[in-house]
């Protein structure tokens, strides 16, 4: 069965404080991994695309890299408009989207 | 370019009732996936329609349904409702199919009493 897991479930980060977010993925045939953000009461946002191993994505301060068997979200000298909950996501051989449980990510000025 | 849409935002239901949800995904595409949040589960996949055909379908019980008509509007159904049924339901729209990027909209939040 196709698993995401994320780790931390949260983080809390002094702003200008780099770090990373992960995701581990056991998936029967990747078809791509997404990265989301979602602010509270709101739809996911979409950031990133990945869809092979070795590939990576910047966007502002956030760039995501993606191996065989995990992705990294490495955010650098974040803000507090950084704040929101990760999500990350694969596309199984069906099709279909499977979800982790999402990192909180908390950014204090 | 407009994003996808949904209606309505907000909504509450007593246990046994049946609600609709719609959704009007970005204009050109065509492949429309429901999801449902909850703070213990996550996002959960629904099901998923292209050109009016359901496509996948994830584990729900049958209460579950959908629909799409011909200008890629979809729609979804929940009867009998129950208590466990209160969530975040996000719609997400793509080109051609779930394989492309997704984009979701705002989500209908549902209270079930």
């Known amino acids: 069965e196709d698993q995401v897991t994320q780790s931390p479930e949260a983080l809390r980060l002094q702003e200008g404080e780099s770090s990373s977010l992960n995701c581990s993925y056991t998936v029967s045939g990747l078809r791509g991994l997404f990265w989301y953000r979602q602010d509270p009461g709101k739809g996911p946002e979409f950031l990133f695309t990945?869809?092979?191993a070795g590939e990576e994505k910047e966007k502002e301060r956030l760039k995501a890299t993606l191996t065989k068997k995990e992705s990294f979200l490495h955010i650098t000298a974040p803000k507090p408009e950084d704040s929101a909950t990760y999500l990350c996501a694969v596309q199984d051989e069906a099709q279909k989207l499977v979800f982790g449980q999402g990192t909180r990510l908390t950014i204090n000025p | 370019k407009a994003g996808v849409t949904q209606t309505p935002r907000y909504l509450i239901k007593t246990r046994g009732q049946q609600v609709t949800l719609s959704c009007s995904p970005i204009s050109g595409h065509r492949s429309v996936s429901w999801y449902q949040q909850t703070p213990g589960q996550g996002l959960q996949f629904l099901f998923e329609?292209?050109?009016?055909?359901?496509?996948n379908k994830g584990n729900f019980p049958g209460r579950f349904s959908g629909r799409q008509f011909s200008n890629s509007r979809s729609e979804m159904n929940v009867s009998t409702l129950e208590l466990g049924d209160s969530a975040l339901y996000l719609c997400a729209s793509s080109w051609r199919t779930t394989q492309e990027t997704q984009y979701f909209g705002p989500g209908t939040r549902l209270l079930v009493l």
């Open positions: 990945l869809y092979s």
């Open positions: 329609y292209f050109s009016e055909t359901q496509r």
